[in-house]
């Protein structure tokens, strides 16, 4: 991986590293060594955790100083949705990291570079990377800059809510019951098959939804109880 390769992605990234061995490192996956003995022991494990509490604290004073009204709970709910792999490996996508990871051939064959586990941790190893090649602060601005549209409009990326416990929080608050769910159709083939589910409170129909498992069904039903009620989901956080 040559310095044009860095170039090209610290560009992406809107910061340049002055050690760009620390951003190399930050692109390695563990799979890496087993196929090159040189990197037997060398990963970005080391710099997602570091790069994990960094973020922690970041979100953390972010939703502090901007969600004056939210409680210590409403706070701790949405930091974890903020700081969760699918929002991280969103991040990694959108900057193109997945290009430059450092993967075995085994882990490139099976779709490592788009994977979100490997994503999300890359995000965090980077900002891990940020913060020891400056300081808190540029590392504070760098996660911020490539956060703050998540945070800021956290209730318009529904693939992060789970509306199934807002939804049970709302009626246990409101009607001193648990929603009910029921399959109302299979439909397709069983290597294609698709759900619909019916999600009732105290036996009145709420909402319908569809799927293509029971899981992704039922919270399809939840969110469209949510809106039938008008329980929003930034408010029920």
């Known amino acids: 991986?040559?310095?044009?390769?860095?170039?090209?992605?610290?560009?992406?990234?809107?910061?340049?590293?002055?050690?760009?061995?620390?951003?190399?490192?930050?692109?390695?996956?563990?799979?890496?060594?087993?196929?090159?003995?040189?990197?037997?022991?060398?990963?970005?494990?080391?710099?997602?955790?570091?790069?994990?509490?960094?973020?922690?604290?970041?979100?953390?004073?972010?939703?502090?100083?901007?969600?004056?009204?939210?409680?210590?709970?409403?706070?701790?709910?949405?930091?974890?949705?903020?700081?969760?792999?699918?929002?991280?490996?969103?991040?990694?996508?959108?900057?193109?990291?997945?290009?430059?990871?450092?993967?075995?051939?085994?882990?490139?064959?099976?779709?490592?570079?788009?994977?979100?586990?490997?994503?999300?941790?890359?995000?965090?190893?980077?900002?891990?990377?940020?913060?020891?090649?400056?300081?808190?602060m540029l590392a504070k601005e760098f996660a911020i800059k490539h956060l703050k549209r998540f945070i800021d409009h956290i209730d318009e990326n529904e693939d992060l809510i789970d509306f199934k416990t807002i939804l049970q929080e709302f009626s246990q608050r409101e009607y001193k019951v648990i929603p009910s769910y029921e399959v109302i159709k299979e439909m397709g083939p069983d290597h294609r098959k698709s759900f619909e589910i019916a999600v009732k409170i105290n036996d009145e129909l709420m909402g319908l939804g569809t799927g293509r498992n029971k899981k992704s069904a039922e919270q399809s039903a939840a969110r469209n109880a949510c809106r039938k009620l008008g329980v929003k989901a930034y408010e029920a956080l």
Do not use: Q
């Open 1 to 136: 991986m040559g310095e044009s390769c860095f170039v090209e992605l610290e560009k992406k990234l809107k910061y340049t590293f002055k050690s760009k061995k620390l951003l190399k490192h930050a692109l390695i996956h563990r799979s890496y060594g087993n196929e090159n003995w040189d990197y037997k022991k060398v990963n970005n494990e080391r710099l997602e955790l570091l790069g994990d509490a960094v973020l922690d604290l970041v979100v953390t004073e972010y939703l502090y100083l901007h969600f004056t009204s939210s409680s210590e709970g409403d706070l701790a709910k949405l930091k974890s949705m903020i700081v969760s792999e699918p929002v991280l490996a969103k991040i990694s996508r959108k900057l193109g990291v997945g290009n430059h990871l450092l993967l075995s051939k085994g882990e490139e064959l099976t779709g490592g570079r788009d994977r979100s586990s490997i994503l999300g941790d890359v995000f965090e190893a980077i900002l891990g990377a940020v913060y020891l090649d400056s300081d808190f």
